[in-house]
């Protein structure tokens, strides 16, 4: 008797701990992130986008932030009051962040951007040109075309479209009718044994502006390799910028890029990040993940920023579910334990290009001085594997091309076994 209630109670016991796998999200094996990935999603090829109800009619609004999806709102209301309202009072309306989960944004070809509620209905519209600029790694960007999206997030593209899911609930569509444009970031080899650096002399990715300098500054890049797996650590130098402007942005990072194109997928600890129009200076840095698929008019999304203060060190990961066909971005303040991150269909694993650099991200660049940039950065504890082995990649340092002029003691460098990246600002 004891024996057969014994098996009873076995049973009994399997029939649970089988109801809790199903019951639980599954997270894949090669998720080290400690985050989880929902398995719920739907099948994308499925999805319909209702009847755009375009209103011309509308007077368009100026659009002074990101247009971010916020749950729990209701627009429609906001946007009657600021249609009726008298031109001072919509000329300083702070923002219009009214865009609800489910939302629908529309890039047209002719600069204006339209938003629609799920059912199709638009609730305002605005031109990019009047659009606010916001930060990003990558640019400053009309305000229109930036979205942050709630950590763990999934973002996925099908057809031209691209889908954003937050907690099994589909939260934003995007569709972007705009020609994107793109730019190469060509480089020629100089190599001294042991130690890699390399000055370039190209004219990619710089826009000197009066006395000021825009783009990547120092960085290493790999060879083109076949990954699933990368990561870094590196800590929030404690030197900071004493002279920056109001929109002088610094973005420090290890990324990802597609071999060919101008995507990139990148933890980022940007100095000075302004997510809105506003002059102010922002002395500080904040942490996210992004990711930048050209240099035109396309959209850019972030996770929810998290602050890092000065000294703390932080670590970026991005690396491949093989259950869930994605990529997880995450950026990691280790000090605090603080996380935020978001999931993306839109890189392969093959011909990837891997960096991690120092860029001076906006529009109107930094000053040419070592005062308008942040002490020396220590990319450390590297890793690189594919299908948990670990990946052979050479590294090569440089200077961008024009930055050798702004900051002549600069000097990148690159050590092997272990891989360490050493970018030195001249402070």
């Not at 763990?152 to 593209?157: A, C, K, L, N, P």
Request: some cysteine.
């Amino acid at each position: 008797m004891k024996e057969a209630n014994s098996i009873k109670f076995g049973i009994a016991l399997l029939v649970l701990l089988l109801a809790a796998m199903i019951l639980i999200p599954m997270v894949s094996a090669e998720d080290t992130t400690g985050g989880t990935v929902s398995t719920n999603l739907p099948d994308v090829s499925t999805l319909t986008v209702p009847n755009l109800q375009f209103d011309l009619s509308q007077e368009k609004v100026t659009i002074t932030s990101e247009l971010s999806p916020e749950p729990n709102i209701q627009p429609v209301s906001s946007i009657s009051l600021l249609a009726t309202a008298s031109p001072s009072t919509r000329s300083t309306h702070a923002a219009v962040p009214i865009v609800p989960y489910g939302a629908i944004i529309h890039h047209s070809t002719t600069g204006v951007t339209t938003i629609f509620d799920a059912t199709g209905k638009q609730l305002f519209a605005a031109d990019d040109a009047n659009a606010a600029k916001v930060t990003t790694p990558h640019s400053e960007s009309p305000a229109t075309f930036v979205h942050e999206i709630p950590s763990g997030s999934i973002v996925t593209e099908y057809q031209g479209k691209t889908y954003v899911f937050y907690q099994d609930s589909l939260i934003l569509t995007l569709i972007n009718e705009n020609p994107q444009t793109s730019t190469t970031h060509a480089t020629t080899d100089i190599t001294t044994p042991g130690i890699q650096k390399q000055l370039t002399r190209g004219t990619n990715r710089v826009a000197a502006i009066a006395d000021n300098y825009r783009g990547w500054i120092e960085y290493a890049k790999s060879t083109a390799v076949t990954i699933d797996r990368f990561e870094s650590t590196w800590t929030a130098p404690t030197k900071v910028p004493t002279n920056s402007g109001s929109r002088e942005s610094l973005a420090i990072f290890n990324g990802i890029e597609r071999l060919g194109t101008d995507g990139i997928m990148q933890p980022v600890l940007m100095w000075n990040f302004c997510a809105s129009g506003d002059l102010a200076i922002h002395n500080e840095y904040k942490g996210a993940a992004w990711e930048c698929l050209s240099s035109g008019n396309v959209d850019n999304m972030h996770s929810t920023p998290i602050a890092v203060s000065a000294g703390d060190t932080v670590r970026g990961t991005m690396q491949w579910s093989t259950n869930q066909n994605r990529w997880i971005i995450q950026f990691k303040n280790v000090n605090t334990g603080s996380t935020t991150s978001f999931y993306t269909t839109r890189f392969p694993r093959d011909n990837l290009i891997l960096s991690m650099a120092l860029e001076a991200s906006t529009g109107v660049g930094v000053k040419k001085s070592t005062d308008s940039l942040p002490g020396t950065i220590t990319f450390t504890d590297n890793v690189i594997k594919y299908q948990g082995n670990v990946v052979s990649s050479t590294f090569t340092g440089y200077i961008e091309s024009g930055a050798s002029d702004a900051f002549p003691n600069f000097d990148p460098q690159v050590t092997t076994n272990p891989l360490k990246v050493t970018l030195y600002t001249g402070w």
